[in-house]
C-alpha cells in the first residue's frame, strides 16, 4: 500500500477543533490529496482542509453548509478519515482508498471517542465514499434519495443508527455544490440535521 501514497517527511495534516469542550459535531474528509498544483500534485496541508491557511477553497462549501445548519467553527472537530496523501483522486482508485480507509478507522474511532465518550455526537461525512464506506448497509440509496427522502421515515432512522465502525450516527453533508443545503429542495433534510443536533445538544446539556 506504501507505493500508493506520498511520504512528505512524515507531514500530515493535524485535525481542526477551536474548542474540545463544545464539539457539537464531527465533520469528515476522505483524505487530504488535493491535488491543486497544476493539477498533478497535492497541496501540503498543515491542518486538515487547509483551514486557518488562508485558502478557502478546500473547506468553504462545507462551512456553507454548517451555517444553514446552525453550526460554526467554535462547534466542530473536522478530520480525515484517511491521513496519507494518496497518488490518485479517490474516485479513481476506491478499492486502494478502502485499504487505507480501513487502517485508519480504529484510530478515528478512538480519536472520537477520547472527545466524546458517550457515542452521541454525530459524524457530518463529506463525500459519499466516505459514507457509503461507514454505512454498507444504505449503499442501495443514492445521495440524492437521501437528500430529497422528505418523510421518509425509514431513510431518516437509519442515518441515526450507529451500527457502524464508529459507533455514533454518520450523516451525509457532502461538500458538492449539487448538494448545498441552501436549495428550497433539501429544506426537510437540513431541518432534519438541525433536529438532530438539537436533540443531542438537549441531552448533554441533562447529563
Request: aromatic share 14%.
Amino acid at each position: 500500500m506504501s507505493n500508493h501514497s506520498i511520504n512528505y517527511k512524515g507531514i500530515l495534516p493535524q485535525a481542526f477543533c477551536f474548542n474540545y469542550h463544545n464539539v457539537r459535531a464531527f465533520v469528515l474528509g476522505a483524505d487530504p490529496s488535493n491535488f491543486s498544483i497544476e493539477g498533478k500534485t497535492t497541496k501540503v496541508l498543515t491542518t486538515v482542509f487547509g483551514i486557518g491557511e488562508g485558502d478557502a477553497r478546500y473547506f468553504s462549501g462545507i462551512l456553507t453548509n454548517l451555517k444553514e445548519v446552525g453550526l460554526s467553527f467554535e462547534d466542530i472537530y473536522v478530520q480525515n478519515l484517511v491521513r496519507n496523501y494518496l497518488i490518485f483522486e479517490t474516485s479513481k482508485n476506491h478499492a486502494v482508498w478502502l485499504q487505507f480507509a480501513e487502517r485508519w478507522t480504529p484510530a478515528l474511532k478512538d480519536e472520537f471517542d477520547s472527545i466524546d465518550k458517550l457515542n452521541k455526537t454525530p459524524v457530518l461525512v463529506t463525500a459519499e465514499v466516505i459514507f457509503r464506506f461507514l454505512n454498507p448497509g444504505m449503499s442501495k440509496y443514492s445521495a440524492r434519495e437521501i437528500y430529497v427522502s422528505g418523510s421518509r421515515e425509514n431513510i431518516f432512522s437509519l442515518l441515526q443508527k450507529t451500527d457502524n465502525p464508529l459507533q455514533r450516527p454518520v450523516i451525509p453533508f457532502y461538500r458538492n455544490l449539487n448538494y448545498k443545503l441552501s436549495k428550497e429542495e433539501f429544506k426537510s433534510y437540513k431541518e432534519f440535521i438541525i433536529s438532530i443536533l438539537h436533540e443531542i445538544k438537549q441531552k448533554q446539556y441533562y447529563e
